[in-house]
């Protein structure tokens, strides 16, 4: 894959930025950077540029919470028609002690992938993804079950129990906090990065030959402004006890680099998710080898419960007209 243009969501702070100013010491000849505000991503950009000493940065306004700003993001990707060569979803945030839903009725820390699954199928159906292009979405360790505070729901059980086995009809509920669905925040993000791997499964059975997509956790980096909402035990009590604890967490460059490694991987591990060693919360990454993650029913019924909330699918030319 050539260094040409990559585009990274969520880079007015945090991994976003960092991902995007690594990308730029490595060479990338343009770098979409997006942000909710136009005005924000434009000084975002423009720091970049001075710090990087280099003018390839691009100011997009992207709201992930809003499908009409998706929609005018992909319009204005369509009028300049250039391929993306990296595709990096780095936009997320950790859920706070209410339950937040969006206009949509999308449970906020669900409410990203919803963004970013419509991001990726206009990009696709708009063929503005270039042959061998790379996706990474980002997830968390607390997918896998094993970080203290954080577990995920056991979708089938839940299934079997409430939506006669309907596995579909659970992630939907999951992704709107709907009925059945008991809101505790640290379960909530644990799921939206379960889901988020289940996606990145799904869609890669979906990708034309060449494509890969990755799901990416960047490890433990609390130095950002991902955690601005969380609950009062996981700021003040959890986070700073594994600032205290070496090998706990990193900055946000180092966590940023897993984005940039996972980009240059091949197509044989597309779908895989990538992660610290189980029980990990930094270090070196590797495929995870989790059941829950393998499970391919899950993670059909995650893609379809997304094509549900977001109304796009990729096998529906109309669902995406508006970028057509």
Do not use: C
Request: charged letters at 15%; hydrophobic letters at 45%.
């Amino acid at each position: 894959m050539k260094n040409s243009i990559a585009l990274v969501t969520g880079t007015t702070s945090g991994l976003g930025y960092a991902a995007a100013s690594l990308l730029a010491a490595k060479g990338w000849r343009e770098i979409i950077v997006t942000g909710r505000s136009l005005g924000r991503v434009q000084e975002t950009a423009a720091q970049l540029g001075t710090e990087s000493k280099s003018p390839v940065f691009t100011p997009l306004e992207l709201d992930l919470d809003s499908p009409t700003s998706v929609q005018s993001a992909l319009a204005d990707l369509v009028r300049v028609g250039r391929p993306i060569d990296f595709l990096l979803l780095n936009a997320g945030m950790v859920p706070g002690k209410a339950r937040v839903l969006t206009a949509a009725g999308v449970e906020a820390a669900q409410a990203p992938l919803i963004g970013h699954h419509q991001l990726t199928v206009g990009l696709l159906r708009a063929n503005l993804l270039s042959p061998d292009a790379r996706i990474v979405i980002a997830s968390a360790e607390p997918a896998r079950g094993d970080v203290p505070m954080f577990s995920y729901t056991d979708v089938a059980a839940f299934a079997a129990k409430h939506h006669q086995g309907d596995r579909t009809a659970v992630v939907e509920a999951l992704v709107r906090s709907g009925p059945n669905v008991k809101y505790e925040p640290n379960r909530a993000y644990a799921d939206a990065k379960l889901i988020v791997a289940w996606w990145a499964a799904a869609l890669a059975r979906r990708l034309p030959s060449g494509m890969a997509v990755y799901a990416v956790s960047p490890g433990s980096a609390p130095d950002t402004q991902a955690a601005r909402n969380a609950n009062a035990a996981l700021k003040w009590v959890f986070i700073p006890l594994v600032k205290l604890i070496p090998g706990m967490t990193q900055p946000p460059e180092t966590a940023a680099r897993r984005y940039l490694q996972a980009s240059e991987f091949g197509t044989d591990v597309s779908g895989q998710f990538f992660a610290s060693a189980p029980k990990k919360l930094t270090g070196p990454m590797e495929a995870m080898r989790h059941p829950h993650f393998h499970d391919r029913a899950s993670q059909e019924a995650a893609w379809q419960a997304v094509v549900k909330v977001s109304g796009v699918d990729l096998s529906n030319p109309a669902s995406m007209s508006a970028v057509s």
